[in-house]
């Protein structure tokens, strides 16, 4: 078993506000509407989107190696823009992974928009090593989606204000 931690950071050209409200409290609708090659649906499975909601991310065939991931909201403080969960089944779980927990923080800019920070905290089953270029990969694929809704925040200013 090895553990490690993946961090991710990018500038962001949307406010953080608008950001968050979109990304974390409209995620069930917003994701399959502006990222729908990755994200058939988002279900929420238990509560209403609060601290211990569980909910059910289902991917597009072909997109992952799995077909959906469900998480548990282990924090959410809106002042902040912190957002915290963990993985509870499916995804990476029981092939790679014996856990993952997550945490996005959203940092405003002075000079506008935001820094979007994506850190995963993992152990990996008994004799699987951490992929490197897995990573790698999942970094590069976070950044193209974020951007894509970089894009989508910026030709839509009205929305998610």
């Known amino acids: 078993m090895v553990s490690g931690t ?21 995620s069930h609708n917003f994701l399959p509407k502006v990222l729908p090659e990755v994200f058939t649906s ?40 912190v957002y915290k969960y963990t993985a509870i089944e ?24 935001c820094v979007a920070r994506w850190t995963c905290n993992y152990e990996t089953l008994p004799g699987v090593q951490p992929d490197e270029g897995k990573l790698k990969e999942i970094k590069e694929d976070s950044f193209g989606m974020l951007k894509k809704v970089e894009q989508y925040l910026q030709s839509n200013p009205n929305l998610y204000c």
């Open 90 to 113: 499916g995804g990476p779980l029981g092939k790679q992974l014996s856990s993952a927990c997550f945490e996005v923080k959203l940092v405003p800019r002075k000079e506008g928009g």
């Open 6 to 26: 993946s961090t991710t950071e990018e500038v962001v050209q949307v406010e953080a506000r608008r950001l968050w409200n979109a990304t974390t409290k409209d």
């Open 42 to 81: 988002v279900t929420l499975l238990q509560g209403d989107g609060g601290v211990g909601t569980v909910k059910q991310l289902n991917f597009t065939p072909g997109k992952r190696d799995f077909s959906f991931i469900k998480e548990r909201v282990d924090e959410l403080d809106q002042e902040d823009f």
